[in-house]
């Protein structure tokens, strides 16, 4: 391993700009000549638009224009996406309603976009948006789930009268019937997965440019994937084509998955800076992003766990309820189905599996994906049912999970996947060891003493990452292939230039690809530049999301990289006047097998472009080779995560005391980068747990519309994590790769609850497991003991 | 924000003399409240007046056994004081407890209890020590002072010039914050003198800062948390929130009230 | 429009502006320091962090006008030419950061920290202080470790005991 290659915790190189304040991200690009836009949002979750007047905001000194979904009709602009097909049980599409970027008719959500004020400065637009004169007849909101498809709710869409946006099933019923009806154990749960909302700290941006003398557009956005902007900002909405229509997403400050779609408001300003004539900028403000940022999870599940008289799984039966907000944002409609049912086998042997899924409409905010997308619901599933079913039969959770624990690989479960290798047992026998499983009986007397409760949960996850094999998701109705592509450019001097696909927000790319070409071509990170996020630059890549940059993109570059050495052996053989058959390539140096003559990786690339020593007929010159990957399987990371939490019952305060996880990600180019992602996906998914939930009244007023009330994670909510690893290679890909940027969001919740139900002498307790509802659930606990 | 005009006084008098002469007119201390307040659009004062310059009106003294706090003293100067930390360790460690140390680097106890947010936690200091608001009409009591949610004793053009806090033989502030906000969804400050014993519970009420006379009673004859056992709050008038029912917040008062003397006989 | 003046990183500055501009709009779009940073409405985020006469403040919660005759530090004003301040240096060493975001205003509010707690903190006061700075990437845990360290080497001296 050298210092800087595969394996090594390299310092980052992107960090220098941000400590020293010179990140630049969209907010703090200024366009000559930029305005600013202001959006007018609905105050209403559903109404109907019976007038719009903007004429006094238009002649408000310094306002450049107004722009209403009238205009966008009037200028064939077309509505936003969602690149997923989803079919119901009947066969029948998914009910996709129209999307406007900009509200024709009718508005569907508070926040939902009225028009757009376009002005000299962000305060005039704002207060000539106060002039806009919107007469609303108000409708009936529907924000209750299992309100929506009952009787009588109002119609969100016309295209789906019951808002029922699919009915959809996955796996075998009559199979798990039937091992349900032989069973001697049912373990049965109701489940809400709480809504929320992604946070980034960075809000979202864009800023849209016109040139007039070529015809183009440039649109600077905070995207988690330019180039699939791109695709649907001129495919589907038809901004202008693909070539005319430039998309940069500079540095980005966190996604988690909101950056991933595309939403109305980089629509808007786009179209509108060629309206206008000069750049426009809108910056969401924070309460902008909890209105109109799409928000995640927000499911209802009945759950049910099938074993036999010894504790052996036999069968699972799930029926979820998911929230899809009031439109189907970009990639809303797979969440649910597609990246959630085919999880539910989780680590466990599991003969049949049946899962329904209904997706509905209501008038709140789109949910689309949220770190860990799916998978976190699923996981919540299936060890908030695990952990249940063993208590029900008194077991050890731990020795009930290892029971039922798949061992042999590859293994297919009865939801799609087949999982290609594993060792669960190994992480779990690490984690409680780290945990010090033994001692946990002294340390809950101890706490008891000093009338604390203590409590342990366990969260054996799986996740499906490195998404996708194209082919496969194309039959599931995505409407993408989700390869990923690399450009690799050796450059003269044996500096080289990687252009990739993946979108860095966070990860720390810079670093980790740099330490993979490092690695294979035996030159310093230093001589390494990752170019990305800049469509005229890279050619097309997917993007960063699902954990798939590493799996994915790096396997992409891997791939180029072996194509830039094999061309290199071939100017080598040049050079050194040897056949290509005897060069070999180790350490950065090309060498004929058996000689001590050899060229290091720099001077081959010298001979590439100055090609004096060899003819253009016989070899190109040069040293640029580009490579698509698309995967063979998804990437399978797992592991086992303890929470132990301290619960004072007479406030219902928890505090975690100790966290160990142990995570089974294949090969790791970078682990201090990896252990930095398992953190903060740790601290997202105890967010989830503990402190976090998007509240909607009944009227559809969001009530946790700023931080004042949306309670994110602070350090003093969390404890240090003791973070350790097991390894298996993953065989699907060249690296042995399996991706890390999801897992502690997945893990985590179901830890949590599972510890506190723990303390509680097993009383369930939903999320976000505040304090007041752990004092009530710790209440009725001590009445129910009081009882016995 | 909306626009306004930007007015600096350098003294009090011509601070006055500015608010009298505009009704739409806002004082700014340290800006803590009423700029997010007007960054939202929710307050629109066609003037702003910064007192951040007006000669001597921040600092601390100590009368005899009264701590003097000037109105545009820092939170960050309360918890830090050598004078308050010896004569009212309480009184610090709340100050200590408002926010986060960059809004105590800004934030002052003027503003604070002029505000009379019901989640504030200076007023709970203010009733149980029995304080006085000085303004720069007159003295009043803070028995007198606060008058529910965002509501005080302060006329029109009123400015509160400084506080002054009799000292305590026992005293302590017991805070259960709101976990998202961080400001108090419960905050309990007792505060013993000879035989009397004040309790002032913030966070809580709907009418804002209250003393809680049940607990007193029961304190008054004997200043443990026992004496508390089956006093309890009621939950009538309680704020009922996403956070936590009125009975939760009623319950809460009474395990505050617990741990705040507990804290004060400095077990 | 108001004057105001006042010294940002060491150099002096005058400007008219509207009294509604808020420390965090003057540094960024008038002085086009943009590494001061804005990630919420209601003055909790902390990424706005400045220091103003030596004292940590939330800029997005100052105006501008307010700080007329103060002396601003912004995050670009730590660092002495090329060489890092010893707190940017420690969350490049433990990983302090990964989107960078809200990295400007944790810096920022940790130099405030050692300035008044000194420069040994343990984990329990660190996070008690980092109260009003919220990242969503790092779960904190490795800027904990970062404060730590770069407390410890804030101290005077510390540089050369390093060295040794
Ligand atoms: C993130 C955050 C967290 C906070 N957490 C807490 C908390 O936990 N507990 C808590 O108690 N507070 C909290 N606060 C509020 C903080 O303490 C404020 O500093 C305080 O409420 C107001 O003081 P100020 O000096 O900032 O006043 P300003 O905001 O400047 O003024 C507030 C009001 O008082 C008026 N006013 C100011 N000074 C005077 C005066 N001398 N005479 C008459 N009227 C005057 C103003 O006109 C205005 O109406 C928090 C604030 C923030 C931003
Ligand atoms: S931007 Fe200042 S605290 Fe969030
Ligand atoms: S590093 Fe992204 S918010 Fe902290």
Redesign the interface.
Known sequence: MSNTGIGAPVRRKEDFRFITGQGRYTDDIERPGQTHAYFLRSPHAHATIKKLDVSAALATPGVVGVLTGDDLAKDGVGGLICGWMIHSKDGSPMKAGAHPALAQGKVRYVGDHVAVVIAETL?IA??AAEKIAVDYETLAPVVDMNAATGKGAAVIHDVAPDNRVYDWHLGDKTATDAAFAKAKHVTKLDLVNNRLVPNPMETRAAIGEYDAGNDAFTLYTTSQNPHVARLVLSAFIGIAPEHKLRVIAPDVGGGFGSKIFIYAEETVCVWAAKKVGRPVKWTSDR?EAFLSDAHGRDHLTHAELALDDKGKMLAMRVHTKANLGAYLSTFSSCVPTYLYAPLLSGQYDIPAIYCEVEGIYTNTAPVDAYRGAGRPEATFVVERLVEVAAREIGQDPAAFRRKNFIRKFPHQTPVIMAYDVGDYAASLDKALDLIDYKGLGRRKRDSARKGKLRGLGFSAYIEACGIAPSAAVGSLGAGVGLWESAEVRGNPVGTVEVLTGSHSHGQGHETTFAQLVSDRLGISIDQVAIVHGDTDKVQFGMGTYGSRSGAVGMSAIAKALDKVIAKGKKVAAYALEASEGDIEFKDGRFSVAGTDKSLAFGEVALQAYIAHKFSGQELEPGLKEGAFYDPTNFTFPSGVHVCEVEIDP??GVTKIDRWVAVDDFGVVINPMIVEGQVHGGIAQGVGQAL?E?A?YDASGQL??AS??????PRADDLPSFRVDHTTTPCPSNPLGIKGCGEAGAIAAPPAVINAITDALGHEDVAMPA???AV??AAQKAARLAAAE | ??????Q?AKTVRQAAGLLAKNADAKL?AG??TL??T????LASPSA?I?L?KVEGLAGIERKGRTVVIGAMTKH?DVA?SAIVREAIPALAALADGI?????R??GTIGGSVANNDPSADYPAACLALGATIVTNKRKIPADAFFQGMFATALDEGEIIVKIAFPAASKASYAK?PN????YAMVGVFVAKRGSDVRVAVTGASSDGVFRWSAAEEALRARFNPKSLEGVSAKADGMIAD????AE?RA??VG?MTKRAVTAALGK | M?TVTMTVNGKSVTANV???T?LAQFVREHLRLTGTHVGC????C?AC?VHVDG????S????A??C?GAAVTTIEGLANGAELHPMQAAFREHHGLQCGFCTPGMIM?AV??VN?KGHVLDEHTIRE?L???ICRCTGYHNIVKAVEAGARAMAPGAAAIAAE
């Open positions: 305060a704002k207060d309460t007479e406030t402190l939930g509240h009530v946790t931080y004042m009330d949306y309670c994110m505040t304090p007041q004092w009530r | 924000m909306y626009a306004f005009t930007y600096r700014l800006g803590q700029l997010p007007m960054k939202q659009r702003v910064d951040g960050s830090t926010g986060d140390p960059a809004v680097n800004r259960f976990p998202a906000s961080r996403i956070h936590g029912s939760y319950h809460l395990v | 108001t509207d009294p509604r808020l409405d209601t003055s909790q902390g962090v004292r940590a403040v939330k997005c919660t100052t105006l006008v307010s007329d509010a405030d920290i008044r202080e109260e009003g700075n």
